[in-house]
T-cell receptor, first 115, second 114 residues
Framework: AQSVTQLGSHVSVSEGALVLLRCNYS??????LFWYVQYPNQGLQLLLK??????LVKGINGFEAEFKKSETSFHLTKPSAHMSDAAEYFC?????????????FGQGTILTVHP | DAGVTQSPTHLIKTRGQQVTLRCSPK?????VSWYQQALGQGPQFIFQ???????QRGNFPDRFSGHQFPNYSSELNVNALLLGDSALYLC?????????????FGEGSRLTVL
């Protein structure tokens, strides 16, 4: 079985500051990992994904994440926050194999960006 | 190119009633998954349809059922509604059952059960 824990339900940063959103996973098989973003009253949009290639994954809007197997982590970072980054972010895991399309999501982290 | 579209966007039902939610996948996609997102929670997988059959199912009771049509669109049906069924229901599509988790989501149908 797979599970995801996102540390911190709310993160607040100043515009221009580093964004760090934490995600730890549990998986009985080598996982596929994802970060999705949800803006108010919208569906989820894929930011980036890890599928066992490079451990440092670059996504859209300047976000990146690093897969660390030893720490079972997949933290999301962005060097400089913009006001437009304010949204809810979800980390998700997929076991692959016959489970394609079945994502297990974390509880989400709401990112607030202050001017 | 239209993305994933869902209808209705909002609806209110009372306990015991039945509801049908609809989803049209992104053009070129043949696989549809449904998720339930309760307030303040992450989405939870309900089931996935491919080639008009339910291929995978999450931990949801039989009150939740679905259907996929030959044009790949899909319906989610919930019978005997409970207050706890109040949530945002998200439809996601992907280009084939073998796509590794790259789902395209609609904006959801917000169901309120009174």
């Amino acid at each position: 079985a797979q599970s995801v824990t996102q540390l911190g339900s709310h993160v607040s940063v100043s515009e221009g500051a580093l964004v760090l959103l934490r995600c730890n996973y549990s998986s009985s098989v080598p996982p596929y990992l994802f970060w999705y973003v949800q803006y108010p009253n919208q569906g989820l949009q894929l930011l980036l994904k890890y599928t066992s290639a490079a451990t440092l994954v670059k996504g859209i809007n300047g976000f990146e994440a690093e897969f660390k197997k030893s720490e079972t982590s997949f933290h999301l970072t962005k060097p400089s926050a913009h006001m437009s980054d304010a949204a809810e972010y979800f980390c998700a895991v997929n076991a692959g194999g016959t489970s394609y399309g079945k994502l297990t999501f974390g509880q989400g982290t709401i990112l607030t960006v202050h001017p | 190119d239209a993305g994933v579209t869902q209808s209705p966007t909002h609806l209110i039902k009372t306990r015991g009633q039945q509801v049908t939610l609809r989803c049209s996948p992104k053009s070129g996609h043949d696989t549809v998954s449904w998720y339930q997102q309760a307030l303040g929670q992450g989405p939870q997988f309900i089931f996935q349809y491919y080639e008009e059959e339910e291929r995978q199912r999450g931990n949801f009771p039989d009150r939740f059922s679905g259907h996929q049509f030959p044009n790949y669109s899909s319906e989610l049906n919930v019978n005997a509604l409970l207050l706890g069924d109040s949530a945002l229901y998200l439809c996601a599509s992907s280009p084939g059952q073998g796509t590794i988790g790259e789902l395209f989501f609609g904006e959801g149908s917000r169901l309120t059960v009174l």
